[in-house]
């Protein structure tokens, strides 16, 4: 079965501009996970959505935000782009959520954003 | 606020020698702990975790309650094991993975 899907895989940006991630998740999966992966910072949990609810938000800026669809689809948006946001945007979905015990993480390619 | 610590970024062992890749975690409950692994070129995908008490690709990992560490191990590296590895903590009722700033792992044929 198709695995994570990110698109788009490469962008380039100006600050000042917005942009939008999606993420198509396994199919059958209903969690979707975000995370800004830096050299520096490594790898930070942004936020987490289930049956279109976000569960988790990590320690971002109100600039970064995102959504879940009724197909379990996700997208999140970075507003007023900062060069500080030039990361690595992975995406990562489970079946159900990680606290039950028997879920895990299947990670897409990610999203490579670029801000000049 | 829970933490992973990977003290060392990079690490270099001869192939056939043993890999020990340090994790340690700050947090005062039952955490649940993975070590993640990203080939070149590849996708972050998950190696083991401690709950399933697997041998993957002859890595294992004990939790270490006491000294608050989840130290991954092999005795005999190859060089297909030369990859970015990552250690990471889950929370009881937090649904987000807290991760450590990994390791890079070169196998030196």
């Known amino acids: 079965k198709a695995g994570v899907t990110q698109t788009p895989r490469y962008l380039i940006k100006t600050r000042g501009q917005q942009v939008t991630l999606s993420c198509s998740p396994i199919?059958?999966?209903?969690?979707v996970s975000w995370y800004q992966q830096t050299p520096g910072q490594g790898l930070q949990f942004l936020f987490e959505?289930?049956?279109?609810?976000?569960?988790n938000k990590g320690n971002f800026p109100g600039r970064f935000s995102g959504r879940q669809f009724s197909n379990s689809r996700s997208e999140m948006n970075v507003s007023t782009l900062e060069l500080g946001d030039s990361a690595l945007y992975l995406c990562?979905?489970?079946?159900?959520?990680?606290?039950?015990?028997?879920?895990?993480?299947?990670f897409g390619a990610g999203s490579r954003l670029t801000v000049l | 606020a829970q933490r992973v610590t990977q003290p060392e970024k990079l690490l270099s062992v001869f192939k056939g020698a043993p890999v020990e890749l340090k994790c340690n975690y700050s947090?005062?409950?039952?955490?649940?702990l993975f070590w993640y692994v990203q080939y070149s070129r590849q996708r972050l995908q998950l190696l083991l975790r401690?709950?399933s008490r697997e041998s993957i690709k002859g890595f294992t990992a004990d939790l270490n309650k006491g000294e608050t560490s989840f130290h991954l191990k092999k005795p005999f590296a190859q060089e297909e094991d030369s990859a970015m590895y990552y250690c990471?903590?889950?929370?009881?009722?937090?649904?987000?993975?807290?991760f450590g700033t990994g390791t890079r792992l070169t196998i030196i044929p």
């Open positions: 990562a979905s489970s079946f159900g959520l990680l606290n039950s015990g028997a879920n895990v993480l299947t």
């Open positions: 199919s059958g999966h209903r969690s």
């Open positions: 959505y289930f049956s279109e609810t976000q569960r």
């Open positions: 947090y005062s409950g039952s955490p649940e």
């Open positions: 401690h709950i």
């Open positions: 990471a903590l889950l929370v009881f009722g937090n649904e987000k993975l807290t």
